[in-house]
DNA sequence: CCCTATACCTAATGCCATTAGAAATAGCGA
DNA sequence: TCGCTATTTCTAATGGCATTAGGTATAGGG
């Protein structure tokens, strides 16, 4: 009485890991990154939850795994961004919409990455590195627009970037928490952007106009 | 053979439930919002974790009561500091620095409510109602500020507000995910105050100086 | 055609939240 | 003073979780 039994090598080691990245995302969306379960994610793959240890050496390698791939693709949006220069006035109205946008539309990456949701999970090592090219990133994306004059601050370049880091991810965070229906765009919190936009360049371009000679 | 038997009433229903509320509030402090367990609780109270369920229906319940008493401190606090007027330049500075620091010595209620890190908890509508009122004291603070001459700002109260708030929000936000060993005051984040204060001042208030007429 | 590494499984351990139901006692009314 | 009852605690059990140990079938290379 042999009973039935699937084949072992069903789709490539490849596949079926990129299927159990995709059912964790998909998990974390629905039901939040806190509840992510490793038998659900079985359940979804059609495994037992023994077997995704194949996959990954415990439920936080996923967590890891599933962060590195955020901030790449974050990362990847952000130099998208870039080579589309834009340094006209829309350009930090642009970088703070995608800031958000990126939220709205990928809530359990968002979260993983800039909020700590997780006891006891840290970003490994491997997965900081690509974090720590998101704040070089940054720094060059203010250097651009002081380089192009769109805005003029008076304070440090680091200083400049982190009140611009503080307005987008205050924004982003207290959509999530009050706004959580609101799509991309919507909402008082969207509302707000073009009025900090407006707030910065009145405060740091008093006399207006943009400074061909760059910044400092 | 009868087996050593402690006293069944041991110090009263409300003090037994008061030490299991600090009991949960060391936890979350120690290990994170979400990392809260009920047999951790009843084992640091010297009971088994059925006992609990005499003093709150479910864990949600001890997170809502947690997260009612965190609200009420909040916001006792905040009318402590409208008790202080302090209606000069420096008090905007106060009022952010105040979040701020409120973030550092009860970390575990700031996240509790003002982060989402429990998934499926949702406020009870009592709990809720003390939230509503915080917004209410954040607005009246405000149009103390604008009626003061202050901040001038030119947006309407509410857009004002949250304004303020995106910047508290997000400057407490990113000290805690990036500076989580930075004390009070200290770290980059609390440096940029300063900055963000003059910044709102020379946007808001370009010809300087408060206005005796109040705001609009 | 066999051998072995691979990808899956079941069983088991020890956490957790929660429920059911039993026992002990404190303090009240008689 | 005695016993009754509400209160507080317990043990036992259920079902979910992450993780480990160890077994089995098969795919693909020799």
Known sequence: MTSLVLPHRRHG?????????????EIMREEG??????????????????????YFESKHALYDEV?????????A??????RNPGDG?????????????????????YSLLFERPVPGFEPSAASMAEAEGLLADAGARVNALLDA??????????QTR???????????????????????GEGRFDALV?????????????????????HQ
């Not at 490849?14 to 995302?25: D, W």
């Not at 962060?67 to 990362?75: A, C, H, N, T, V």
């Not at 350009?91 to 709205?104: G, N, P």
């Not at 880091?165 to 009050?178: D, F, Q, Y």
Request: charged fraction near 25%.
């Open 13 to 25: 080691f490849a596949v079926t890991r990129q299927q159990i990245i995709e059912a964790a995302r």
């Open 33 to 54: 990154v806190g509840a992510l379960s490793l038998h659900e994610v079985a359940r979804r793959v059609g495994m037992k939850a023994p077997s995704l240890y194949t």
């Open 67 to 75: 962060f590195r791939l955020g901030m790449q693709k974050y990362r």
């Open 77 to 82: 949006e952000v130099e998208e961004l870039e």
């Open 89 to 109: 006035p829309g350009s930090l109205e642009a970088s703070i919409r995608h800031y958000m946008r990126f939220a709205d539309e990928n809530p359990e990456l």
């Open 149 to 158: 004059g769109t805005i003029r601050s008076g304070l440090p370049v680091d």
């Open 162 to 184: 982190d009140i611009v880091i503080v307005l987008m991810h205050g924004l982003t965070s207290l959509k999530r928490a009050n706004e959580p229906e609101a799509g991309a």
């Open 194 to 214: 073009p009025h900090i936009v407006a707030l910065l360049r009145a405060a740091w371009m008093p006399e207006d106009g943009p400074v061909p000679g760059g």
